[in-house]
C-alpha cells in the first residue's frame, strides 16, 4: 500500500509565506502526476496546483504568481510554496500522486490526509 503525508500547515498573517511538503511512502515503482488541493469549509474541493512527472505545471487563477509547485522524484516528494498568502487561502490542503506500485501495471490515485492553513487577516 502506499501512503501519502503532509506536513508544514499552520497558522500564519495575511501576506505571510508557508512551504508544505507531501512524501509518498510504501511498494511506489513511480509516480506520475502530483498535485495539491484545498477545502475551505462550505466549499467544493479544488486544485490548487498540479506538476506531471516532465515538470510542467497548471495553477488555479487564483493563486497563480503566488503559489509555487515543485517536485522531487527521487525523493517522492511534493512541495507547494505559497507566498502572499490571504485570508481566502483558509482550508485544508491535501495532496495526490497518482502512483504505480511495484508489480503493477496501472497507476492508482492516492490522497494525503490534509493539513490544516490558517491564514488570519
Known amino acids: 500500500q502506499v501512503q501519502l503525508v503532509e506536513s508544514g500547515g499552520g497558522l500564519v498573517q495575511a501576506g505571510e509565506s508557508l512551504r508544505v511538503s507531501c512524501v509518498a511512502s510504501g511498494r511506489i515503482f513511480s509516480i506520475n502526476a502530483m498535485g495539491w488541493y484545498r477545502q475551505a469549509p462550505g466549499k467544493q474541493r479544488e486544485l490548487v496546483a498540479d506538476?506531471?512527472?516532465?515538470?510542467?505545471?497548471n495553477y488555479a487563477d487564483s493563486v497563480k504568481g503566488r503559489f509555487t509547485i515543485s517536485r522531487d522524484s527521487a525523493e517522492n516528494t511534493v512541495y507547494l510554496q505559497m507566498n502572499s498568502l490571504r485570508p481566502e487561502d483558509t482550508a485544508v490542503y491535501s495532496c495526490?500522486?497518482?502512483?504505480?506500485?511495484?508489480?503493477?501495471?496501472?497507476?492508482?490515485?492516492?490522497w494525503g490526509q490534509g493539513t490544516q492553513i490558517t491564514v488570519s487577516s
Open positions: 506538476i506531471t512527472s516532465g515538470g510542467s505545471t
Open positions: 495526490r500522486m497518482t502512483v504505480r506500485e511495484l508489480f503493477s501495471y496501472y497507476y492508482n490515485e492516492f
